[in-house]
């Protein structure tokens, strides 16, 4: 659906109506950063004892949080109908439901019939039509991605929200309005339904009492890494924007906000587009497959009960660390003491439960781990998840240098988003090095220990056949 036209020039106004204030700073359109918040004259916090005005003020009724949706749908019928359907879900949801009624009220495609516009309405068209989010990269840009740990993750999202906006297509078809502007005249297609997302995901915020919110003209502050201001909600439930303490800007400087030091490089591209040069935050997170010969992959993915994933990350002073605890129950198999039983309750229901040593561990299949360290085989299966691990770094970083051997930039990938992903491989090539040199060293000493030599001299098996027994003379439970 065409978007609306409202200016950066209209702005002033409809803050002047809305009752949103700002104070010593204003909104300007920087160039190659899009739109962003400078100071009109010298700001200073250096002084604990004065409490400055907020920089910019939003009252509580513009703020678009689960609570701005509800109140929305008592208004408007044809939307609680909407929201009723399919909503209710997660705020997200119901947010993005709100957005996409702005999407209509707002085009100039929009015949009517909807209800009265809101101040929403107005301000969603300033929003762009573009989102740097990979979700609305080009293909040719989407294949940059290969051998990264977003290659998967973005895959599946589009995968994912192809499915929601199937699914609310669906929902609607017993509202007229709405199923004539999806299905009949499909006027909202699946592209307006990934911008929306990617609206979302890279212009919400996490207020401290209204939840995760999208809150207009606060959105258009920048992020950096060395932030210069910070938000809030105040008594009255307004959101209020502070210069913090200790911290000068001079006149025409921008004025930033943190939108998450702890956010991986993979996380701030996937969400906002870019990746902070500054930050110190070295992490990447990466699916995690059953063993393909594990006849138990299927009642180990039922027991654990949600995805698996292996994350790699540096603590501050650079060591390296991984975590996942799907990896153990990979590594386990029925002769080691894991077993799986179908029980039937009196009421005819069956319920697939987890054993350990005869103990139902069904609730706690996270601390696998912890369940298993004081077996005498511990250091055996310490073994074979590092071996696992290690092979999935192998894999992993082939496929990033694989991807970036003579991979000069393509003609068909914007520039910016060519260097944002070089950078990303670099830095996960050099997280999943350090991870890779440290698995190294642990290997290599489980196979100097004395329970090893003896468990491999036993069954005259060799390093490489440690994490094959995992998976092998089991039954079937596919």
């Not at 200016?7 to 909104?27: G, I």
């Not at 513009?62 to 109140?71: D, P, R, W």
């Not at 080009?138 to 991605?145: A, D, F, G, H, N």
């Not at 930033?256 to 702890?262: C, F, M, V």
Request: hydrophobic content about 35%; overall charge negative.
């Amino acid at each position: 659906m065409r978007r609306g036209r409202f200016s950066l020039d209209d702005l002033p106004a409809w803050c002047v109506l809305n009752d949103v204030a700002f104070v010593n700073v204003k909104v300007a359109d920087l160039s190659g950063r899009g739109y962003g918040l400078i100071a009109e004259k010298h700001l200073t916090n250096e002084n604990e004892n004065v409490e400055l005005p907020a920089l910019l003020t939003v009252p509580k009724d513009l703020v678009l949080s689960a609570e701005g949706v509800e109140e929305y749908a008592k208004e408007n019928k044809l939307f609680r109908q909407l929201l009723d359907t399919a909503g209710h879900r997660s705020t997200r949801g119901d947010i993005l439901l709100f957005l996409l009624a702005q999407l209509v009220l707002s085009s100039p495609d929009y015949n009517g019939g909807l209800g009265p516009s809101t101040p929403w309405t107005q301000y969603f068209s300033l929003l762009p039509s573009q989102v740097p989010s990979p979700t609305m990269w080009t293909e040719p840009e989407l294949s940059q991605l290969k051998g990264t740990s977003l290659e998967s993750a973005v895959s599946a999202k589009l995968t994912a929200l192809t499915k929601e906006f199937d699914d609310l297509r669906a929902k609607v078809a017993d509202l007229p309005y709405w199923n004539e502007l999806l299905s009949i005249d499909e006027s909202i297609t699946v592209q307006d339904w990934i911008l929306l997302d990617a609206l979302y995901r890279s212009r919400s915020l996490g207020l401290p009492k209204s939840g995760d919110s999208m809150v207009p003209c606060l959105d258009l502050v920048n992020h950096s890494s060395q932030a210069t201001a910070y938000f809030d909600e105040n008594g009255k439930g307004d959101v209020v924007l502070y210069l913090r303490k200790g911290c000068t800007v001079s006149p025409n400087d921008e004025v930033t906000i943190d939108y998450g030091k702890d956010k991986s490089p993979a996380e701030m591209l996937f969400s906002y587009g870019f990746i902070d040069p500054d930050s110190t935050a070295r992490s990447l997170v990466l699916p995690l497959e059953p063993l393909d010969d594990d006849p138990l992959a299927t009642a180990k993915l039922h027991a654990f009960g949600k995805p698996p994933k292996l994350e790699f990350g540096e603590d501050e002073n650079g060591v390296p660390h991984w975590s996942a605890p799907f990896v153990y129950l990979m590594c386990l198999n029925e002769e080691d003491g894991l077993q799986f039983r179908v029980l039937q309750e009196t009421d005819g229901s069956r319920h697939l439960k987890m054993f350990w040593q005869d103990a139902d561990v069904t609730r706690v299949p996270n601390t696998i781990k912890d369940l298993i360290r004081d077996h005498e085989l511990y250091e055996i299966f310490e073994l074979r998840v590092i071996t696992v691990i290690l092979n999935i770094i192998e894999q992993q970083l082939h496929e990033l240098t694989y991807s970036r051997d003579g991979a000069g930039e393509p003609e068909s990938v914007r520039e910016e988003i060519w260097q944002a992903v070089s950078c990303l491989k670099s830095l996960e090539s050099s997280v999943l090095k350090k991870s890779q040199e440290a698995l190294e060293e642990q290997r290599n000493q489980l196979l100097e220990h004395d329970t090893v030599v003896e468990y491999l001299k036993s069954t005259g098996s060799g390093e490489g056949d440690i994490t094959a027994e995992a998976a092998n003379d089991e039954e079937d439970f596919s």
